[in-house]
Antibody, heavy 118, light 112 residues
Framework: EMQLVESGGDLVQPGGSLRLSCAAS????????MFWVRQAPGKGLIQISRIKGDGSGISYAESVKGRFTVSRDNAKKTLYLQMNSLRAEDTGVYYC???????????WGQGTLVTVSS | DVVMTQSPLSLPVTLGQPASISCRSSQSLVHTDGNIYLNWFQQRPGQSPRRLIYKVSNRDSGVPDRFSGSGSGTDFTLKISRVEAEDLGVYYC?????????FGQGTKVEIK
C-alpha cells in the first residue's frame, strides 16, 4: 500500500526556518514526481513545489521562490522541504503527495501543520 | 498558470438527492498526447484530499459508482447520483495538463 508520512511542522517565529520531511513506502519512490501542496487555514490547495524522481525538474510557486528548497533522498525514500525566511502567510497544512494525473494510484500524506507567528 | 473556476462554492444538498459541481478552466486541458488531465478530489473534514476521478471520467479504485465525471475542453462536471452522509466535505477539481498543476477553489457540499 502506498503511504506518505510527513513530519517537521511546528510553531515558528516570522523569519525563522523549518525543514519538513516526508517518508514514503509501498511504491517505487524514485520513479515518481513528488509535490508539496499547502492548505492555509480554511482555504484551498496550492502546489508550492515539485521535484522529478531523479531530483531534477524542480520548480516553486512564486510565493515561496528563493525561500523554500525541495530535495529528495531516494535511498531513504524521503522528500524534504527546507523553509527559510518564513512569513505569516506561510501558515498552513503542508501535504506531500504524488499528485498523479493518470491511471497510477495517487497518494497524499496526513499533512503537517506549520504555524508562523510571534 | 491555468485558472480553475468551480461553481457553486457552496452546495446545500438533501441526502438521497443528486448533486452536481462545475469546473471550468481558463485554457483547454487537452494535452499534446491527446489526454485531458482533469482530476476530482474529495476532502472530508479533518482529512487529507483523496482522488476520486482522473482523466475526466475514470473512477479510482474503491470510489462508489454514484460518483461520475464528465466534460471536455474547458468545461467539466462531477456528479453524485444520490448524496450520502459520507459524501459531505469539500470537492476540488485540478488540472494536470500544464505546469504548475492548479486547483479550483473548492465546493463545500453540506446538508441543506
Amino acid at each position: 500500500e502506498m503511504q506518505l508520512v510527513e513530519s517537521g511542522g511546528d510553531l515558528v517565529q516570522p523569519g525563522g526556518s523549518l525543514r519538513l520531511s516526508c517518508a514514503a513506502s509501498g511504491f517505487p519512490f524514485s520513479e515518481f514526481w513528488m509535490f508539496w501542496v499547502r492548505q492555509a487555514p480554511g482555504k484551498g490547495l496550492i502546489q508550492i513545489s515539485r521535484i522529478k524522481g531523479d531530483g531534477s525538474g524542480i520548480s516553486y510557486a512564486e510565493s515561496v521562490k528563493g525561500r523554500f528548497t525541495v530535495s529528495r533522498d531516494n535511498a531513504k525514500k524521503t522528500l524534504y522541504l527546507q523553509m527559510n525566511s518564513l512569513r505569516a502567510e506561510d501558515t498552513g497544512v503542508y501535504y506531500c503527495t504524488t499528485l498523479t494525473v493518470g491511471v497510477t494510484s495517487d497518494c497524499w500524506g496526513q499533512g503537517t501543520l506549520v504555524t508562523v507567528s510571534s | 498558470d491555468v485558472v480553475m473556476t468551480q461553481s457553486p462554492l457552496s452546495l446545500p444538498v438533501t441526502l438521497g438527492q443528486p448533486a452536481s459541481i462545475s469546473c471550468r478552466s481558463s485554457q483547454s486541458l487537452v494535452h499534446t498526447d491527446g489526454n485531458i488531465y482533469l482530476n476530482w478530489f474529495q476532502q472530508r473534514p479533518g482529512q487529507s484530499p483523496r482522488r476520486l476521478i482522473y482523466k475526466v471520467s475514470n473512477r479510482d479504485s474503491g470510489v462508489p459508482d454514484r460518483f461520475s465525471g464528465s466534460g471536455s475542453g474547458t468545461d467539466f462536471t462531477l456528479k453524485i447520483s444520490r448524496v450520502e452522509a459520507e459524501d459531505l466535505g469539500v470537492y476540488y477539481c485540478m488540472q494536470g495538463t500544464q505546469w504548475p498543476k492548479t486547483f479550483g477553489q473548492g465546493t463545500k457540499v453540506e446538508i441543506k
